[in-house]
C-alpha cells in the first residue's frame, strides 16, 4: 500500500463531536509544520468494521479508537499488541504499509505519564492506591500501576461483581472493597485514582467520603470536565498532590501521533491551552 502524500488520521466514535484529540492533533501538526490532518469521525457500531477497513484506502495512517468501539477494534484489527490484549480494548489503531491493521492501547501509558508530570516525586512502591471504578478506563489503569510496582490496590465500584472479576483477571495484588468503604480505606492510600465519571459535567457527583485523605497522598481525576473536581478540591484543601485529567488525555495521544506523523510530540501548557481554549 502506497502512503498518502499528506497522512490523515482521526478519531472513530458515536460521540465525537466535542471530542478534544482534533484540537491537539492539529496543534501538534501546526507546531512541528508537518503536512496532514486529524478528523472526528462520527461512526455506528454496526458500520465499524467496514469503515476501518475503507480508511486506509483514503489516506488514513491511524486512528483513535472511543467509545463505544474500544472493544471492537480488538476484534477487526490483524494484530493486537499484549497491553491492548490485557486491557481487553484498543484506543489506537496504526494502519501499515503491508495494509495490515495493528490496535494498540495507550491510556496506561498516558496515565502514568500524566501521573509523574503532575506528581514528580510520586513513588509508586511508597504505599497502596485506592482505585475507584472497576470499567473500562479502570482496566488500564490497575495494569499500569501494578506494572509501575504499587504494592497492592484497594478497588472499589459501586457494583462489587465486577470489581471481584477484575481482580479474579489481575491477581492478588489487588484487594476488593465495598464502595461504602472506599473513603475509609484513603488512609492507607499512597495514591487515589478516580476512574468513574462520577463528578463529570452533567453527571451525578462523586459521593464516597473524602475525610479519610492525609496530607502528602496522591490524588488523580480521570476526569477532566470540570478540570477541578470535587474530589480534586477537597484532596487539595486536605494536603493531597492533584492531578487532573486532562493530562492523561494529551499523554495518552503521544504514540499514535509519533507513528502516524513521525515525530514524537511534547506535552506541555501550550498543548493544555490549544485544548482548552
Not at 508530570?117 to 479502570?138: F, H, M, N, Y
Not at 499512597?190 to 457527583?205: C, D, F, K, R, Y
Not at 494536603?239 to 493530562?247: A, E, K, N, P, S
Not at 488525555?249 to 485544548?275: I, K, N, S, Y
Amino acid at each position: 500500500m502506497t502512503r498518502p502524500t499528506v497522512p490523515l488520521a482521526g478519531v472513530l466514535g458515536t460521540h465525537v463531536a466535542h471530542s478534544l484529540s482534533p484540537r491537539l492533533h492539529k496543534h501538534w501538526l501546526k507546531r512541528h509544520g508537518l503536512r496532514g490532518d486529524y478528523v472526528p469521525l462520527l461512526v455506528a457500531e454496526d458500520d465499524l468494521r467496514s469503515v476501518i477497513r475503507t480508511l486506509p484506502r483514503m489516506g488514513f495512517v491511524g486512528a483513535n479508537v472511543t467509545i463505544p468501539h474500544k472493544l471492537a477494534a480488538l476484534d477487526i484489527a490483524d494484530h493486537v499488541s499484549d497491553r491492548a490484549i490485557l486491557i481487553g480494548a484498543a484506543n489506537t489503531l496504526i494502519f501499515r504499509e503491508d495494509g495490515l491493521i495493528h490496535a494498540d492501547n495507550t491510556d496506561g501509558v498516558g496515565f502514568l505519564s500524566a501521573l509523574r508530570q503532575g506528581a514528580p516525586d510520586w513513588d509508586p512502591a511508597s504505599g497502596p492506591a485506592v482505585v475507584l471504578g472497576a470499567g473500562g478506563a479502570s482496566r488500564a489503569i490497575l495494569s499500569a500501576l501494578l506494572e509501575a510496582g504499587v504494592p497492592e490496590i484497594l478497588l472499589a465500584n459501586r457494583t462489587r461483581p465486577k470489581a471481584e472479576a477484575l481482580r479474579g483477571e489481575f491477581g492478588t495484588r489487588i484487594r476488593v472493597v465495598d464502595w461504602i468503604q472506599a473513603g475509609n480505606v484513603m488512609e492507607e492510600a499512597a495514591t487515589v485514582v478516580n476512574t468513574t465519571s462520577l463528578g463529570m459535567t452533567a453527571q451525578p457527583e462523586l459521593r464516597v467520603p473524602l475525610d479519610g485523605l492525609v496530607p502528602g497522598t496522591v490524588v488523580m481525576d480521570l476526569v477532566y470536565n470540570p478540570l477541578r473536581t470535587r474530589l480534586l478540591r477537597e484532596a487539595e484543601a486536605a494536603g493531597c498532590t492533584t492531578v487532573d485529567g486532562l493530562g492523561m488525555l494529551l499523554h495518552q495521544a503521544v504514540p499514535g501521533f509519533e507513528r502516524w506523523f513521525g515525530m514524537r510530540p511534547e506535552v506541555d501548557e501550550a498543548a493544555r491551552a490549544a485544548v482548552l481554549r
